[in-house]
């Protein structure tokens, strides 16, 4: 790739260790790209304004932006057992939440959208207030009583008892157990205008970079870490080994499923628009 391309993705260390070799030059015939770090709802928000080449986004976000870009094979967050959790102070069950307040980290994330299909479910009457905060104050407002239950993604499932805080369900389980299919959570997309033959070699290149992390871990510790937000480096390693996984080489069919799956029960809810079938052909 001749022209640098703007990209965003969080600093947590799945995308990190993903983007590694292709942000620091390392794919053979790959210029690195333009980098921005911002959390999921800032670049959920960057893609509905179009503002960058390729973005890290929510799987649900997916509805409002596939006009002008396009879904990736490769790159993102998918998976078995790393779904959100939701977090409280003291033990309670589901039916406790009701009329309650509950932080998220994005009106428009997976999370909520998984979040919004279990409370359906679960939640007699629905939870009351929503508060949108960043991923990484959501428990602590939990801990202080700021909120009665948070929605939390990313390293917190490794970390939550640090602040005293009690699983109260977890939303990936609940996906998989009433699905079958793994867990969608962060997509790569990239916009159409780039055009075929560029879209396509931006695939080989996340998908060599994710390869060259596996087969270096080590190279991108560094990077890694820096980024980490003083994250316990063993912290991050289970971060990494949860969330990069198969999907993140190549979706495939399981990972083509799951997100269909996940936007089209979204859309039959009235969570979501409904998609145009062939919404998530790539190219």
């Given at each position: 790739?001749?022209q640098?391309?703007?990209?965003a ?74 779904g ?39 939640v ?19 801990r ?5 239950a ?70 991108s ?16 390693d ?16 399981d ?29």
């Open positions: 790739m001749s640098a391309l703007r990209i993705f969080s600093p947590c260390p799945n995308d990190t260790f993903v983007f590694h070799a292709w942000t620091h030059g390392k794919v053979p015939g790959a210029t690195a790209p333009e980098v921005t770090f911002a959390d999921i709802d800032l670049t959920n928000g960057m893609a509905e304004r179009g503002e960058l080449d390729v973005l890290k986004v929510s799987y649900a976000e997916l509805p409002w932006v596939l006009d002008e870009y396009t879904l990736l094979p490769c790159g993102g967050a998918l998976g078995r057992g790393c959100p959790l939701v977090l409280t102070k003291d033990a309670a069950t589901p039916a406790d939440l009701a009329g309650r307040t509950v932080a998220v980290p994005s009106e428009r994330s997976t999370a909520y959208l998984l979040f919004r299909l279990w409370a359906a479910d679960q007699p009457g629905g939870v009351g207030e929503v508060k949108v905060m960043p991923f990484d104050e959501i428990m602590p407002a939990v202080d009583g700021l909120v009665d948070g929605l939390v993604i990313h390293e917190a499932r490794f970390t939550y008892q640090n602040f005293g805080l009690t699983c109260l369900a977890d939303m990936g389980e609940h996906w998989e157990t009433t699905t079958g299919l793994p867990i969608p959570l962060g997509a790569i997309i990239a916009k159409r205008s780039l055009g075929e033959e560029r879209l396509r070699e931006l695939a080989r290149t996340i998908t060599t970079s994710v390869r060259m992390a596996w087969d270096d871990p080590e190279a510790r560094t990077y890694v870490l820096e980024h980490a937000q003083e994250m316990d480096p063993a912290v991050a289970q971060h990494i080994g949860l969330y990069v996984n198969e999907f993140s080489a190549d979706l495939g069919e990972g083509y499923a799951a997100v269909r799956g996940l936007l089209t029960r979204a859309a039959a809810e009235g969570l979501v628009p409904p998609l145009a079938p062939d919404a998530l052909k790539f190219v």
